[in-house]
């Protein structure tokens, strides 16, 4: 490690706190010596996975139709979501795929890690591939969830990504690690 750009934290406190987040302010002293204040968002480490079904027309990825607040508009994306007080990160995973898509995965691996922000968040976004799923009932969405589930073959989603309705970043990473470590 370069020492000479690493920063040292002498202070944090929070600034606000709700539900899926914490705003904090951190004291940092820069590598010259200069204390400096810095706001850093704390949250949960979140799980995307990459449902893949192999259907008659060939491999389809299992996608969610949702609204997001902060686009104003609708997104495709895949399914994930916040990790659960006690989960590990394969827990997290098959359990938002079952949640938000009814699909449990006969295999699950995860394709790697990032973090989403990390000049302002202090949290993991952890990818996952799952296959062999089998149908479950039905969706368990939370109480705020509102949540269309579709197929769509994966040429077309490498093919939009970046276009609406794949408005959402993290897709476009999820997707890289899975050009980067499946056969297609």
């Known amino acids: 490690m370069n020492d000479r750009l690493v920063w040292k934290e002498e202070s944090s406190r ?3 706190s709700c539900p899926v987040f914490t705003v904090g302010e951190r004291i940092c002293r820069s590598p010259d010596g200069e204390a400096r204040a810095y706001t850093v968002l704390d949250t949960s480490d979140w799980a995307i996975v990459i449902p893949v079904l192999e259907t008659g027309r060939g491999r389809e990825f299992v996608m969610v139709r949702q609204w997001r607040h902060g686009a104003k508009e609708l997104s495709l994306e895949f399914p994930g979501g916040v990790f659960e007080k006690g989960e590990d990160e394969f827990q997290a995973a098959a359990r ?17 890690e990032f973090n989403p922000n990390p000049a302002i968040m202090s949290n993991t976004v952890h ?13 368990d969405l939370d109480e705020d969830e509102f949540v269309e589930v579709e197929t769509v073959p994966w040429e077309e989603v490498l093919k939009n990504m970046g276009q609406k309705p794949y408005i959402h970043a993290l897709m476009g990473t999820a997707l890289a690690l899975f050009l980067q470590k499946v056969k297609i």
């Not at 938002?96 to 295999?107: D, H, Q, S, W």
């Not at 990818?127 to 969706?139: I, M, R, S, V």
């Open 127 to 139: 990818f996952f591939l799952a296959e062999d799923l089998k149908p479950t009932e039905g969706q």
């Open 96 to 112: 938002e795929l079952r949640e938000e898509t009814a699909f449990i995965p006969g295999k699950i691996r995860k394709l790697g």
């Open 14 to 16: 929070d600034v606000y």
